[in-house]
Nanobody, 113 residues
Framework: QVQFVESGGGLAQPGESLRLSCVVS????????MAWYRQPPGKQREWVST???????RYTDSVRGRFTISRDNAKNTVNLQMTNLEPGDTADYFC???????WGRGTQVTVSA
């Protein structure tokens, strides 16, 4: 069974940075496109970013230029570096294998002055 354990969330002020990490167990992520999603309070889960096995990245428009997704296959880990945070980034963040409807507990990010 594949498991995802996200960490690194917390409280940040607008303009600050946070780095999220996701450790994957139960499979090697090296062959998979990995994704980050987020669920703002009271809203549906939404896609944030993906990274393919060969490192190609995509971002939703609202985070492009501020967030950077990366992967470390040796550590079976996917990261999301978030800079210049905005209040609209407040959400629970989840990582997963793209296309797999399987989720961890997520990590909470709150951006507030």
């Amino acid at each position: 069974q594949v498991q995802f354990v996200e960490s690194g969330g917390g409280l940040a002020q607008p303009g600050e940075s946070l780095r999220l990490s996701c450790v994957v167990s139960g499979t090697s992520l090296s062959a998979y496109t990995m994704a980050w999603y987020r669920q703002p309070p009271g809203k549906q889960r939404e896609w944030v970013s993906t990274i393919t096995p060969d490192g190609a990245t995509r971002y939703t428009d609202s985070v492009r230029g501020r967030f950077t997704i990366s992967r470390d296959n040796a550590k079976n880990t996917v990261n999301l570096q978030m800079t210049n945070l905005e209040p609209g980034d407040t959400a629970d963040y989840f990582c997963t294998i793209y296309g797999l409807n399987d989720w961890g507990r997520g990590t909470q990010v709150t951006v507030s002055a």
